[in-house]
């Protein structure tokens, strides 16, 4: 089993900043794609950024382009996710998600974690 740990949520006013990250830990060969998906009370689940493995080409969802990066440390299994001059329509709890391979390709969630901007 594959486990994904997220930390980094919390409070912050507009205009804040706040980083985001997730661990894998277990039987893991290689993690294709990682990326970062929001859920707002009330709304589904939206990708917000994705990074690739071959060339770490990222993608953001265009409300976040300029305000957020993603970025991935092979070494260590983890994706991490700079979130700059949040907005208030920010908040959401935040998910990472991983493609990895072990025998076969699987998905892996993490567990959420909280981002709240208000002021």
């Known amino acids: 089993q594959v486990q994904l740990v997220e930390s980094g949520g919390g409070l912050v006013h507009p205009g804040g900043s706040l980083t985001l990250s997730c661990a894998a830990s277990g039987r893991i060969f290689s993690i294709a794609n990682m990326g970062w998906y929001r859920q707002a009370p009330g709304n589904q689940r939206h990708l917000v950024a994705t990074i690739d493995d071959h060339d770490g080409s990222a993608r953001y969802r265009d409300s976040v382009k300029g305000r957020f990066t993603i970025s991935r440390d092979n070494a260590k299994n983890t994706t991490y996710l700079h979130m700059g001059n949040l907005k208030p329509e920010d908040t959401a709890v935040y998910y990472c998600?991983?493609?990895?391979?072990?025998?076969?390709?699987?998905?892996?969630w993490g567990q959420g974690t909280q981002v709240t901007v208000s002021s």
């Open positions: 998600h991983m493609f990895y391979k072990y025998e076969v390709w699987n998905n892996a």
